[in-house]
């Protein structure tokens, strides 16, 4: 079955803009998980929505928000953006939440200039 | 908080020696532990959860609660073993991963 996809796949933003990012999952997966990959920090987990709903959020400030469908697609948003916000976003997906396999996919790079 | 901890940066070996990956964890309550890689220009992937208790390419891993440790170990290293490895907990009822900084695993030949 087809992978998890993420577009864009690059993204270049300057201060202050806003971007969204899309999420497809696996189908029949219901949970969809973000984290922002840095060199220094590592994997950082920014929130998961399953059915639609945010079960859990990281620790972010509020520029960082996401959505869920109902056809479990999933965004995320990055408002106001900072040099700093400059990452990998990964989003993955799985049946039912954490403790389930985790499906990622490959990712989008975001550049702040 | 949960936290997860791997103190190797880069662990470089050569193909036929033995692995060991260290993985240690802060949190207060009975965590699941899972090992995810990342091979060269592919996704990262589960390699292997504590709770399956399984071998998955040799390595297996095993959860000491009283070290809060969850080491992944392989007793004879392979050149396609070389990749970056990540720890991650999983608290009780959070359905968030927090992931280790990672080691990256350099097999020579």
């Known amino acids: 079955k087809a992978g998890v996809t993420q577009t864009p796949r690059y993204l270049i933003k300057t201060r202050g803009q806003q971007v969204t990012l899309s999420c497809s999952p696996i189908?029949?997966?219901?949970?969809v998980s973000w984290y922002q990959q840095t060199p220094g920090q590592g994997l950082q987990f920014l929130f998961e929505?399953?059915?639609?709903?945010?079960?859990n959020k990281g620790n972010f400030p509020g520029r960082f928000s996401g959505r869920q469908f109902s056809n479990s697609r999933s965004e995320m948003n990055v408002s106001t953006l900072e040099l700093g916000d400059s990452a990998l976003y990964l989003c993955?997906?799985?049946?039912?939440?954490?403790?389930?396999?985790?499906?990622f996919g490959p990712g989008t790079r975001l550049t702040v200039l | 908080a949960q936290r997860v901890t791997q103190p190797e940066k880069l662990l470089s070996v050569f193909k036929g020696a033995p692995v060991e990956l260290k993985c240690n964890y802060s949190?207060?309550?009975?965590?699941?532990l899972f090992w995810y890689v990342q091979y060269s220009r592919q996704r990262l992937q589960l390699l292997l959860r504590h709770i399956s208790r399984e071998s998955i390419k040799g390595f297996t891993a095993d959860l000491n609660k009283g070290e809060t440790s969850f080491h992944l170990k392989k007793p004879f290293a392979q050149e396609e073993d070389s990749a970056m490895y990540y720890c991650a907990l999983s608290a009780y009822n959070t359905d968030k991963l927090i992931f280790g900084t990672g080691t990256r695993l350099q097999v020579f030949p």
């Open positions: 929505y399953f059915s639609e709903t945010q079960r």
């Open positions: 949190y207060s309550g009975s965590p699941e």
């Open positions: 993955a997906s799985s049946f039912g939440g954490a403790v389930d396999t985790q499906y």
């Open positions: 189908s029949g997966h219901r949970s």
